[in-house]
């Protein structure tokens, strides 16, 4: 051997100094066995199968070949009456659950014809303001046979509500009821910003939802812990992670401090993560977060069952990815986000459509946005066993890496007192500002390309019809709404509002004075009012 | 010379707020005094802000769909209370068919999603008032 061969060879030329993903994570360019170690000298890669403890490799032993993945679409826009078509139609189409998108007066808990809701009536969802929208909204749709989501946080116990007096007229016993409410307050404060109440009354808002659906609707999951948002806020993988699972183990631990049996709540708890587009981090998120929750419910919290321990999610394909410029291309990145999930082990499954950085999905976009999600499930192959990348160098190696970077996040919050702590303080908030903000400037830089938006430019990008939303729904729902004024019982009303607001000051259950209001026809508005008299509304000092 | 200040404002219910923040730091690095209002500011708050910091630009961040309804009513205050070379630009999501509309009634500036967040500072920077010297 000459005396070059043990130099280091010249490195070959490469497209770049440094591979990342898209979270900005520095790859290295082949992996190798073993895999990597823990501290205590076991390699978790080889711990275990499918539908064994932690889950890593997925809550099923048999993948999807028991069931596939719930093929949910998120929708909703207009009145009660538009929306309703739009789920007979999706369900027609072979969807197999329905979720509804409410609007912003509904998300805030603000009537329509509240200042703040000008121009908001209908937009972004739909509008539901009282029992009455309620009703439309699930006409000729037999509760007992759909599974029904409903994202909804600051109001969720009063929409709720709406929906159990729906189903009581429809002749469905609650136990048979099941569905989720996304219920999940403090991604709200780190990222979405749809709040009301402080977070401390907002907590004991949620708790109550538990042990109601404890004691009322066991087959309901009472909350969906939800890091899609926070992801689409600019966190990194890691960091949606580490929040999402965070804010699972402050809601434990205030079920735990409410004198609640964690096995008793736990097991209705369900997650909701994002879909983006690093094809493999997101594979390993979702794996590293069954492992962790398992472990966290294990020793932290002590849960017997084994249904506390395992995590189930919902995903969705990541909005913020979709581009306003060559909007077809949007159909080639929500599939591939999508089989990502499903190659995770998603428990249900939201695809975006091509049109939704412009608008709200068309009926036609939608419908190929569901197409997406039957073709993986059933022209791919790839739900045919579970785990298929079990065991890949790669994927270990970075399911392990999130792992440990989640860890590190919790001791960190744990430090400050826990996350509704960590929240008042400003801490996850800012993490993501300035997650969010080195990405724009590396896309500024081009060191992250978006095809068709700093690379690729066309001129001439194909023009799509766009769902316009007008303004008819403000004057339907601003006249149902004088309807339901007109025709209820005024006293009844003021004396569930005032049973509502004694059981706020005190420590009883809310869920049962608040259904009380919802049968007098108490307005979503004035049911959030009666909570904002004794409870006040949160405002967050803005941090840029 | 003296800095071109900004009031980035959300107007409406909406809390999608990465946007709006992403874009007043970028406005703050390139030298601008930033003035973010924080979220679900009505009209009369926002104008108010512009008053009070003697603001050059207003940028609204809208996703809503709510921007017939938020952009005339802004345009009005401004115009009421003598602040028509406030330069007013709009972010979000704005279907084309209201842009003719929002530049009619006086907002010089409308930047859809994937607009580098140089060209806005650069149409800031070319179409601010000049300030008078005090």
Known sequence: ?544 | MSKIRVVIAKPGLDGHDRGAKVIARALRDAGMEVIYTGLRQTPEQIVSAALQEDADVIGLSILSGAHNHICPRVMELLRAHGLDDVLVVVGGIIPDVDIPKLTEMGVKGIFLPGTPMQQIVEFIQGNVRERENV
């Open chain 1, 1 to 544: 051997m000459s005396s070059d061969a043990k130099e280091t060879p010249a490195r070959p030329r490469e497209r770049a100094e440094v591979f990342r993903t898209i979270s900005g994570r520095p790859i290295e360019r082949v992996y190798r066995g073993p895999g990597p170690v823990d501290s205590a000298g076991a390699r978790p890669q080889d711990a275990q199968d499918p539908g064994t403890f932690p889950y890593t490799r997925g809550i099923h032993a048999n993948g999807y070949r028991g069931k596939l993945w719930t093929m949910r679409q998120f929708a909703g826009f207009g009145t009660p009456e538009e929306t309703n078509a739009r789920y007979r139609h999706l369900l027609a189409a072979g969807g197999t659950g329905l979720s509804v998108a409410f609007d912003l007066p509904t998300l805030m808990g603000r009537d329509p014809d509240h200042e703040l809701s000008l121009g908001e009536v209908g937009k972004c969802g739909v509008s539901v303001v009282s029992l009455a929208d309620m009703e439309t909204l699930f006409a000729g749709i037999p509760l007992g046979q759909v599974t029904t989501s409903m994202t909804i946080n600051s109001p969720a116990a009063m929409v709720f509500a709406m929906y159990l007096v729906v189903a009581q007229r429809q002749g469905v016993p609650w136990t048979a009821l099941s569905g989720t409410i996304q219920n999940d307050i403090l991604k709200e404060f780190i990222a979405q910003k749809e709040y009301i109440y402080p977070p401390r009354p907002s907590m004991r808002l949620i708790t109550d939802t538990f042990a109601f659906c404890a004691r009322e609707v066991p087959r309901w999951n009472s909350i969906s812990v939800s890091g899609y948002h926070i992801r689409e806020a600019g966190a990194t993988a890691a960091q949606e992670l580490a929040f999402t699972l965070r804010d699972g183990i402050e809601y434990v631990q205030y079920g735990i401090d409410a004198g609640l049996d964690v096995d008793e709540f736990a097991p209705r708890m369900s997650f909701f993560f994002n879909a983006h587009s690093d094809f493999f981090e997101e594979i390993a998120k979702y794996r590293a977060a069954r492992a962790i929750w398992a472990e966290v419910m294990r020793t932290r919290f002590g849960a017997r069952s084994e249904r506390s321990w395992k995590l189930r999610f919902h995903s969705q394909t990541a909005g913020v990815s979709l581009t306003a410029q060559q909007p077809y291309n949007n159909v080639v990145r929500t599939a591939l986000q999508a089989l990502s999930a499903v190659l995770g082990g998603t428990n249900s499954l939201h695809t975006n459509s091509l049109d939704e950085a412009l608008a709200l999905p068309t009926e036609e976009a939608a419908t190929l946005a569901l197409r997406t999600q039957q073709i993986i499930a059933h022209e791919t192959g790839v739900a045919g066993l579970a785990d298929p990348f079990g065991g890949s160098y790669f994927l270990e190696a970075l399911t392990f890496d999130l792992t440990r970077e989640t860890y590190a996040y919790f001791d960190r919050i744990d430090a400050l007192g826990g996350m509704v702590a960590a929240i008042e303080e400003g801490f996850p908030q800012r993490e993501v500002a300035e997650s969010a903000y080195r990405f724009q400037r590396a896309v500024e830089r081009k060191e992250q390309v978006i095809v068709g938006v700093n690379d690729f430019v066309a001129t001439d990008d194909p023009a799509v019809r766009i769902l316009y939303i007008d303004d008819a729904a403000t004057d339907t729902q601003m006249t149902r709404l004088a309807e339901v004024k007109a025709r209820r019982d005024p006293a009844e009303v003021a004396r569930a509002l005032h049973a509502m607001r004694r059981a706020a000051q005190g420590t009883d259950n809310l869920m049962p004075p608040i259904l009380e209001a919802v049968r007098a026809y108490a307005t979503l508005g004035e049911m959030c009012d009666a909570l904002r008299d004794v409870w006040g509304e949160w405002e967050e000092q803005a941090i840029i």
